[in-house]
């Protein structure tokens, strides 16, 4: 993930992007390797879930945890309904 991670880097800077560190945070699913992912000598946050496109993504994998989110969102929906 460090090599991804380095040629991301690299790209973006050959655009005129940065990475900013303080923004950015990792997680790894069902990984072995646990060691941190730096760009220019600083460490990524590590975060144990976070949302990507309304879906909840979690260190241990499986979908459990999005369904019962979405479960409970769509009962909020359909007791605004009435």
Do not use: H, P, W
């Not at 303080?22 to 975060?47: M, P, W, Y």
């Not at 979690?58 to 409970?72: H, L, N, P, T, Y």
Request: a positive charge; hydrophobic letters at 40%.
């Amino acid at each position: 993930m460090q090599l991804k991670t380095n040629r991301l880097v690299e790209n973006a800077e050959r655009t005129g992007l940065r990475v900013i560190v303080r923004k950015c945070k990792v997680t790894s699913v069902n990984a072995s390797n646990n060691e941190a992912i730096t760009v220019n000598g600083l460490a990524l946050d590590d975060v144990e879930r976070f949302i990507y496109l309304g879906a909840s993504v979690c260190k241990q994998g499986g979908g459990e945890e999005d369904i019962k989110a979405r479960v409970g969102k769509a009962r909020g929906a359909f007791v605004k309904l009435n």
